[in-house]
């Protein structure tokens, strides 16, 4: 397989399970069918629009390429109509999201360095693109954002796109490359979930 081509249909796939991930979040709180397209759509390019601004792809191509809105749209449609069996998974949410933040940390890692950005901004872009649509989210919904919070989050989009970065760096085949960092990214999320692994948290100054 063509290695763009590869890229994006990662970038794709991100964006169908980060819509999926901000739908069936929007469901939760009772918002209406706009709300739910729109939380969808911010929670799936919210991100890489972010990403995009910072290297200099103008217009973002969140906003240019039809596709990310269509993958939005049919996953926010999907998820309202099949709502019942999503709600099934356990932790449907964070399950999707965990998904999205590996393909998007790579993905974003990676068209940093396409741009001929180095090492450092490749990975914290990668970052950016991985955690930045969710903490929009979660904003809109009024309600702390797990980066900022709790669990392994940030920390596994930072190993993905760091692991894209040394991949690309090295030269390893394409899908090593790609996959490996989302497996990674994943497999952390999806452990610090498993066993509530999280960071250390400071408790609260008692007042004199």
Not at 11 to 22: K, P, Q, V, Y
Not at 114 to 120: I, K, T
Not at 148 to 167: D, H, M, P, R, S
């Amino acid at each position: 397989m063509n290695e763009q081509l590869l890229f994006n249909l990662v970038d794709l796939a991100g964006t169908f399970a980060f819509a999926i991930s901000g739908a069936t979040a929007a469901r939760r709180c009772n918002l209406d069918l706009f709300g739910i397209l729109a939380i969808a759509f911010i929670t799936a390019c919210g991100g890489g629009i972010a990403r995009d601004l910072c290297i200099g792809a103008i217009p973002p191509a969140g906003l240019s390429d039809w596709r990310y809105l269509f993958t939005a749209i049919v996953a926010a449609l999907l998820t309202i109509v099949a709502y019942p069996w999503v709600e099934r998974l356990t932790y449907p949410v964070r399950l999707f999201d965990a998904m999205g933040l590996g393909l998007f940390a790579v993905y974003g890692a990676h068209k940093a360095l396409a741009f001929g950005h180095n090492a450092e901004v490749a990975i914290l872009l990668g970052m950016v693109t991985a955690i930045g649509g969710g903490m929009a989210r979660d904003v809109l919904l009024a309600r702390v954002s797990v980066v900022l919070q709790k669990e392994i989050y940030a920390l596994a989009a930072f190993a993905g796109a760091a692991l894209t970065v040394i991949g690309e760096h090295y030269h390893w085949p394409a899908a090593w490359a790609t996959w490996l960092p989302i497996l990674a990214c994943f497999g952390l999320r999806f452990l610090s979930l498993r066993y509530h692994w999280n960071l250390p948290r400071f408790g609260r100054d008692r007042q004199a």
